[in-house]
């Protein structure tokens, strides 16, 4: 799997672009990221404990990681055996929309590097993947998850490089989120119903806690954290 | 294997580094302490409804964010009038497609709303607009906005994928102030919902594929400008993958945005 998730996404530096501005990110993260008290738990995660530490922009990364990790497992599972019942077109939907998810996980998994968290096992026995209603409504739930999560961690993040980044895939979800939405509801008011967006006209910000508790039933194990 | 034992040095080193940093930081390193002294001011919080009804009464918003909240505002404006009118023309939109475009217009109508009320009396007064894109002069491209459902909708992708990366070129610049951050990526995300919709009714896929505009006019390429960046953070992607480019909506400036929407105002 390590082959495949390395695959053509490479560290700028090994590239045609300079190391040495690799390197000059990777310190300027560093120096805004490595508050008194912060790297040593990024240590302790990077050695093998599960904890998803939100003191530090790293804890949101892996956050962010263990969710995109979700999103992309679940999507693989329907892509590699879809539901007999699916409408036309429909299927490619969820494969572009699973590229994506997988997209998104090898960049925090690459990104990370070895800050990167062992997350807990996935767990998708819970969801029908037989049934077409039941893995769109999955996917409506893990998507709309997604964007809330993304809009409520937002705040958290110290450096503005990453949260550039988190702006750069929150959009992505919600284009996700409406387009099962549409799948589900076609042509009506539920793309960006009133289930998820409020009477300001806001999407859903979910805070770390209630995502973990969301999202815990698809993990074998709970997540241990810490700064929420 | 070979390249993922060269990552893991590459990651071994960037942790040395930062230990080496942390330890400089600690020491009180003048490169740091602005970094530093940034994060404490974003840590200060502002509650949503002193934002809303006090903040500008004390003076309270930094000029900085009341700049970006109006340059958000007339973009809601722009799209709140836009789909009011459209939802108003008879024979114009009718059973789905009315919901669709009434749902976006409610959205358009709040966020104005919201961003009235945060700016208090600092906020712009609604421009005139022109939906021909004719500058003012109402003879431009698409004079049949609000009397053919096509041109109606490829103008609405057009205001929605802008509106995407329009907020999104200004989350960063709002790091200072927690609650408006929040507030913009909140409206953001429902931006980009509206989008993927608009984009789906017309046939087209609910993300953008590198910088292609696909069926849109000519005139809206640099709405997709620079949305083949395959380049994020300390990472390239080096294959010719859509996924790549689809997986990340990228940001515009303000004055790209302004240069877009400039054709629409008056």
């Known amino acids: ?228 | 294997m070979k390249s993922e034992n060269l990552m893991d040095a590459l990651d071994t080193e960037l942790a040395q580094s930062m230990l080496s940093r942390r330890a400089a930081i600690l020491r009180g390193a003048a490169a740091s302490s602005a970094v530093i002294a940034g994060l404490s001011m974003a840590s200060v919080p502002v509650g949503l409804a002193a934002l809303a009804t006090d903040a500008h009464a004390q003076g309270g918003l930094p000029s900085g964010i009341v700049d970006i909240l109006n340059f958000a505002l007339t973009l809601e404006f722009l799209e709140a009038e836009f789909y009011t009118k459209g939802v108003e023309s008879p024979s114009l939109l009718s059973g789905g497609a009315r919901e669709v475009a009434d749902q976006i217009r409610i959205h358009e109508v709040a966020h104005v709303a919201f961003l009235q009320s945060a700016l208090g009396s600092k906020a712009v007064t609604k421009p005139t607009f022109d939906f021909s894109g004719g500058k003012g002069r109402n003879n431009g491209p698409f004079g049949d906005a609000f009397t053919n459902p096509q041109t109606f909708w490829t103008l609405a992708q057009a205001f929605e994928d802008t509106g995407v990366r329009a907020y999104k070129g200004q989350a960063p610049n709002l790091m200072g102030n927690n609650d408006v951050l929040q507030a913009a990526l909140q409206i953001h995300s429902v931006e980009a919902r509206h989008a993927a919709q608009v984009r789906r009714m017309r046939q087209q896929k609910g993300w953008i594929t590198g910088d292609s505009r696909g069926d849109m006019p000519p005139a809206t390429q640099a709405i997709y400008e620079g949305d083949d960046n395959r380049f994020q953070f300390i990472l390239a992607q080096s294959d010719n993958a859509n996924s790549w480019t689809e997986a990340f909506d990228e940001p515009l400036t303000k004055a790209q945005v302004l240069a877009i929407v400039a054709p629409f105002l008056t």
């Open chain 1, 1 to 228: 799997m390590n082959e495949s998730e390395s695959g053509p996404l490479t560290r700028a530096g090994e590239g045609s672009l300079e190391r040495r501005s690799f390197l000059a990110r990777g310190l300027l993260g560093a120096a805004a990221l490595a508050l008194p008290g912060a790297l040593s738990g990024c240590v302790i995660a990077a050695a093998g404990r599960p904890k998803l530490d939100f003191h530090d922009d790293f804890g949101v990364l892996n956050y962010a990681y263990a969710l995109e990790t979700l999103e992309s497992k679940f999507y693989e599972r329907v892509i590699a055996s879809p539901p007999s019942d699916l409408k036309a077109g429909e299927l490619q939907v969820l494969t572009d929309i699973g590229a994506h998810e997988i997209q998104h996980r090898r960049f925090f998994k690459r990104a990370l590097g070895i800050l990167r968290v062992e997350i807990p096992q996935i767990n998708l026995s819970s969801i029908d993947f037989t049934s077409r209603a039941t893995v769109l409504a999955a996917a409506k739930s893990f998507e709309d998850t997604g964007v809330g999560a993304y809009n409520g961690v937002g705040r958290r993040v110290k450096l503005a490089e990453f949260l550039s980044i988190a702006g750069k895939i929150v959009s992505v979800e919600a284009r996700h989120a409406a387009a099962i939405r549409d799948l589900i509801d076609p042509m009506t008011r539920s793309f960006a119903g009133n289930d998820v967006v409020d009477a300001r006209g806001f999407d859903l910000a979910l805070s770390p806690g209630d995502v973990l508790e969301r999202v815990q039933p698809f993990f074998k194990t709970p997540f241990r954290v810490a700064g929420i």
